[in-house]
């Protein structure tokens, strides 16, 4: 795997985007590996009688799902020093059809010294921002 070095990286350069597919099966995954079982991610008459439209996914999952689009880029997962998000609307997973999330991202300053890029994340699901001031810092070769 190639990690990106300092120089590869410019302000401004929008990294490639990404499409994440998440099902129910997705969801029961997650909650066994999260240990977060909470009624509003399987259960569609719970997750509607607390007013939710459906059940919805873990945030954690759309947050570190949604780092992939850096991590990819950069070239090692290792190289994330920093991340942060605000969660700002839940992924709705209809049962028969699931959800796309669309990640984009792009490089918003450089460090010299440290030699560390910001890029910031924008995650979307039908049309709505479901985070909010995504912010990753990497390490740069």
Known sequence: MSVRTHDQVS??????????????????????????RNVIHWDERFARSVG???VI?????????????VTSWVGDPGRVVDYGTR????V????EEGADVEVSAKV???????????????????GEKV??????TVQLD
Not at 87 to 90: A, D, H, S
Not at 92 to 95: A, D, L, S, T
Not at 108 to 126: G, I, K, Y
């Open 11 to 36: 302000v401004g350069e929008e990294l490639p985007g990404l499409t994440l597919h998440v099902d129910r099966a997705t969801l029961v995954g997650y909650a066994g590996a999260s240990g977060d």
């Open 52 to 54: 939710l439209p459906d």
């Open 57 to 69: 996914a873990h945030g954690m999952w759309t947050m570190g799902a949604a780092v992939e689009v």
């Open 87 to 90: 969660f700002t609307r839940p």
């Open 92 to 95: 709705v997973v209809p049962y």
């Open 108 to 126: 918003t300053s450089l460090d010299e010294q440290t030699r560390r890029a910001v890029v910031d994340v924008t995650a979307t699901c039908a």
């Open 131 to 136: 985070l909010g001031r995504c912010r990753v």
